[in-house]
């Protein structure tokens, strides 16, 4: 059964940084597209950032390139995101999920992923 773990989220001023995690279990991740999808209140789940595990690409959000970081650790099944210069409305909550397939670009749709983990609370305040 795999299973995905968020971690890191909190309570954070307008400016500030926070490092998310996604612990995975349940079989090897070497070769699967791993995923960040953030969801606001009133609003649809959204990508974020993903990554191929195997090769390393990423992909994010247009409007979150260069202030977000999507970075794995395959030795320790575990992908984080770097979130800098946060903004009130970055404030969701936030989403790991895991394709069990090679993509060489992690697909954006939350269709595409197989497993989700339960999410990880991101509170901006002014």
């Known amino acids: 059964q795999v299973q995905l773990v968020e971690s890191g989220g909190g309570l954070v001023q307008a400016g500030g940084s926070l490092r998310l995690s996604c612990a995975a279990s349940?079989?090897?991740?070497?070769?699967?597209?791993m995923g960040w999808f953030r969801q606001a209140p009133g609003k649809e789940r959204e990508f974020v950032a993903g990554i191929s595990t195997s090769a390393g690409n990423t992909h994010y959000a247009d409007s979150l390139k260069g202030r977000f970081t999507i970075s794995r650790d395959n030795a320790r099944n575990t992908v984080y995101l770097q979130m800098n210069s946060l903004k009130l409305e970055d404030a969701a909550v936030y989403y790991c999920a895991v394709k069990l397939a090679f993509e060489v670009r992690p697909p954006v749709s939350t269709d595409a992923y197989d497993y989700w983990g339960q999410g990880t609370q991101v509170t901006v305040s002014s």
């Open positions: 349940g079989r090897a991740f070497s070769s699967v597209a």
